[in-house]
């Protein structure tokens, strides 16, 4: 148990390591694409502008090459804090607004309109490349550049910051893998203890009947196998209606109608009659169609199995707000208020239970329906019966009102 606690904490915490490891990544890649995104914009609208200034500047001067016009370059190299470099055709520079320590070479090798980043005189800047063109000839290049160097420095600030946040996650997120381990096991070994004490029962009389005269009623020993097998069967379908499966449009009008029928004919022995007040036009939730109809199904044999021979069962639709609310209530005997409040449990059976009932129909509806994202509760009144209320979000024209 030990090992399988470790192996649990261990898988959780590294689970959780690795989500926040990758959300902090890409925060950190999302703030360095905006920014340069930003500079690549800013750069690529003054470069073009300069460019446009020295293609006029050539075609004024009626010359088809940038050589030779020292006065005219010196005037378009003035955009304060932006490095200019400009270049003849054959990749030679001939002004730059700064002293570039960089090669020449590597800095007139790059294509047009390529961004790349390089550094004059030990700082950083993004560099953005243009051809300039007379007449369709190209005659030079423009090399434009923005200081980067203040993000770069934040950015490995903000890297440090996140190694260090990382670091200091790892003793919580230790603790929290370990106590969701723990409840993870808890719940598992709570299960397997209320399906060791609902089995017990049943197989201790099936035992004593074995044990007992050799004439033992065959039947009755088949009911309690029958017991055990339904017993087996409503524990796998609690684990089932846990699980998580693909949803899509489910109409409750159309299910209520189906489920009602259904529920008339389980009626009919004890003469109960199942009225309906469901809406002709349709009404939508989102879910899976087959767990909510066994979720419905299990709360309107509940109401017959225990309502007033004779008497009426009540199912209602209707949409209230955001929400769709089922009702469905019944004129039996009620429930005791000690039981009230553990009627939901698995294995629970009140002091009203009949001797076949398992404690989990009413288990298995809670669990479906809250895994729907609904909410489902009970009122009882004794010796008037009992409603149960099922809410779940409406769902209209494919989209889920929230």
Known sequence: MKKIRFQLASWYSLGILATILVLLLLFYQATQIVFYRQVDETLKVHLTAEAQAVEQGAKSQGCN?????????EGILNMPGMPTAIFDDNGQMLKASLDWQ????????????????????????????????????????I???HPIEAFLQTRNLLAIVMAILLLLMVLPVIFLGRLLAERALAKEKQFLSDMAHS?????????????????????DLLAGVQKISRLVTETLETAYAESNEKKGAVDLSLLLEELVEIGQH???????????EIPESPIFTTGNQQKLAKAILAILENAIQYGKKG???????????RQTIIHISDNGPGIDPADLPFVFQRFYRGHNAQANSSGLGLSIAKNIIENLGGEISLQSEKGRGSTVTISLPRRQAGLIIS
């Open 143 to 145: 090399l434009m550049g």
């Open 65 to 73: 090459c940038l050589s030779g016009q020292s006065s005219f370059l």
């Open 102 to 141: 960089s090669p020449k070479s590597s800095l007139s090798s790059h294509r047009s309109n390529e961004y790349f980043n390089d550094q004059i005189a030990g700082l950083s800047y993004r560099f953005l490349t243009l051809s300039v063109q007379v007449n369709g000839q190209q005659i030079g290049s």
């Open 311 to 321: 008497g009426k069962v009540r199912v209602s639709l209707r949409q209230e707000n």
């Open 199 to 219: 089995l017990k029962t049943p197989l201790a009389v099936l035992q004593s009947q074995l044990e007992g005269p050799a004439q033992t009623n065959r039947a």
């Open 266 to 276: 389980l009626g009919d022995k004890k003469k109960i009659k199942v009225v309906k």
